[in-house]
């Protein structure tokens, strides 16, 4: 993937909004805001079976918690070979679940400030940060978005002092598997059962920064 940074800046903590450009769709990330909760929840519900995925409560208490790291991006303009492609027309991927209707998330990823996909993170300054959740809605995965996330979040954890970042991913999650085995972290340990409502054991995964 060819990444096209249209407004970076180098300074320490890179002031937000910038734009991400890949071929055919560009992304605006930025940091949370309180109106995004409702919508970064049901994206939470679609991205995670029942169970897996985090109530509100556990989502909020993340977010709102001292030395969360929460960035969120947005659709910007949406370009394809073809000419002007409404995401509506994308195929939403594997990873819908039931809960919440994929296909409304979908169309009205065709505003311009639709939400895409967000990443929370915790930083401990001086120690180990952690990713407790990264979600791409359907309609934007394989663009690298979640690629970009994770770079701009650990580029954040950096930033607060941590040397080093951990993360729990289910052992059948192939996807996310390649994803971060493409960014560097490896697989440190299985935790059995980490997913008890899905009887599902989870890698304990991490890497320097
Ligand atoms: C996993 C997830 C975050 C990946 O996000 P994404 O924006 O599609 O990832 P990227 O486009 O940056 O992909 C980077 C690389 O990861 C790997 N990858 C990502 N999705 C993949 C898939 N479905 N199958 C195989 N490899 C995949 C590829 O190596 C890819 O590089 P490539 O496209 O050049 O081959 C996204 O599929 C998602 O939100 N899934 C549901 C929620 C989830 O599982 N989150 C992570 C759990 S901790």
Known sequence: MDYKPLLVREEH??????????????????????????????????????????????????????????????????????????????????????????????????????IAGFIVAHAVRGKAGRILTLDIVPAARRLGLGSLLMDECERRLRWFGCNEVYLETAVNNQPALRLYRKLGYRILRTLPDYYATHSLDAFLMGKPL
């Not at 994206?43 to 918690?65: A, H, K, N, V």
């Open 13 to 114: 903590l890179r002031v937000l909004p910038w734009k991400f450009q890949t071929a055919d769709v560009q992304f605006n990330l930025r940091d949370y805001r309180a109106a995004d909760f409702e919508r970064l929840w049901q994206i939470d519900q679609l991205c995670f079976p029942q169970g897996i995925s985090y109530t509100q409560m556990e989502l909020s208490g993340f977010i709102t918690r001292r030395n969360a790291i929460t960035l969120v991006a947005d659709f910007g303009e949406l370009h394809s070979e073809q000419g002007n492609l409404p995401v509506s027309r994308l195929q939403p991927s594997d990873g819908l679940n039931s809960g919440v209707a994929g296909a409304e998330l979908c169309e009205s990823a065709a505003d311009s400030q639709t």
